[in-house]
């Protein structure tokens, strides 16, 4: 959340919270896969799966002030990459609430953009004992039995055609504390990306909070556990084992060995092995041999200390995509601050039947992609 405002942050989803009321898998966990082979270094040149993954704190009064000058300056910075050819090909932007953030897509020239879950959207997830029991303790003062003020916050801006679109929101009984308010949940595009056989699938996520929910951080693991596996579970029904997948988002993994556990687990035990922290394409890109934007290597290394924003990546046959390089066009400016309180950062993968591929144009009208 926006710095200066944190210390009204409680006070104001609860404002909030009062304007909304008015108106367990089971299984072992598999071991991660061998590493990719090393790549050539002709494979540097024309591969079209750029990802950026950014929480570009977009919320709304009065949980955040003044925040349409950064939205909006986000998205000139997008346009100017795109300008000169070096815009992420793929965007997963979290936290993208309010009409500004929604116009990024607009300004950076996005001709394809996919919403995830809004306010109205329910679960068809039925709740178990312990999701009742869980339900029977929840606090009307910290959200948790208000309706959804909030969409998900979801979007997934692309260069290239979405063909389809699934989507998940979480239940009532899968959230915690003032994350209640918004409809957090989980969105697939799946894209027609030129040279690659079928579609390629992306998933965007935002998981529940841990100190920021303002419940007991026990209730917050509740939920994100219930979250993760249940966001492991839908993308395993909805992605194909031989579609190439991209996923990513805003985990709030953080340094909680606990939320680590929890996710990863919950990943494996749905059968998505390539989702483990080594395979992460943030701390591949900043091993040795990588090569990455030396300006960038501050606000990189940063982004991986904080723990909270992640990207992996799979092939068509089950293996990590090999990553190539890394950047974050999005830290802090020269006065220290940056447009949001998360880095924007942005890892380019290999993919062997599309190294021929063309990069997308810079220039495209937007189109959001809508349905249920």
């Keep these: 959340m926006f710095r200066p405002y944190r210390a009204l942050v409680p006070t104001s989803l609860a404002l909030l919270a009062i304007t909304s009321a008015s108106g367990g898998a089971s299984g072992g966990s598999a071991p991660p896969p061998p590493a990719p082979p090393p790549l050539t270094p002709a494979a540097l040149d024309d591969q079209p799966l750029s990802v950026m993954t950014y929480n570009v704190e977009g919320l709304p009064w009065p949980v955040a002030l003044g925040r349409e000058e950064a939205l909006a300056r986000i998205g ?6 795109r300008a000169q050819g070096r815009q992420p090909h793929i ?8 009409p500004e953030a929604a116009q990024i897509a607009a300004r950076a020239g996005y001709a394809h953009v996919a919403a995830g879950p809004d306010a109205a959207l329910r679960s068809p997830v039925a709740a178990t004992g312990a999701d009742i029991a869980y339900l029977n303790q929840a606090r009307w003062d910290r959200g948790e039995q208000a309706d959804k003020s909030l969409g998900s916050g979801l979007l997934i801006l692309s260069d290239y055609p979405i063909v389809a679109i699934n989507r998940l929101a979480f239940p009532d009984f899968a959230c915690a504390g003032f994350d209640c308010l918004a409809n957090k949940g989980v969105l697939i595009a799946h894209l027609a990306v030129p040279g690659i056989a079928g579609p390629v699938a992306v998933v965007n996520t935002h998981l529940n909070a841990r100190k920021a929910a303002a419940v007991p951080i026990d209730r917050a ?25 991209i996923l990513g988002g805003d985990m709030n993994i953080g340094k909680d060995a606990r ?19 080594g395979w992460s394409g943030l701390r591949r890109a900043l091993s040795p041999g990588l090569p990455f934007e030396r300006e960038s290597e501050h606000h990189l290394r940063r982004a991986a200390d904080h723990g909270k924003d992640w990207l992996f990546a799979r092939d068509a046959q089950d293996m990590p995509m090999p990553v190539l390089r890394a950047s974050a066009p999005f830290g802090a400016d020269a006065d220290g601050e940056g447009l949001s309180d998360h880095v924007g950062y942005m890892v380019t993968y290999g993919l062997e039947e599309a190294r021929a591929v063309r990069l997308a144009g810079r220039k495209m009208p937007a189109a959001v992609a809508g349905g249920a």
């Design 76 to 81: 000139d910075r997008l346009a100017a990459m």
């Design 221 to 245: 693991q509740q939920a994100f556990d219930r979250q993760a596996g249940l966001a492991a579970r839908f993308v395993a029904a909805h992605v194909p084992a031989s579609r190439p997948m």
């Design 259 to 277: 939320r680590a556990g929890s996710f990863f687990t919950r990943f494996a035990q749905a059968g998505l092995r390539f989702i483990t922290p």
């Design 91 to 98: 965007i997963l932007l979290q936290e993208a609430f309010t």
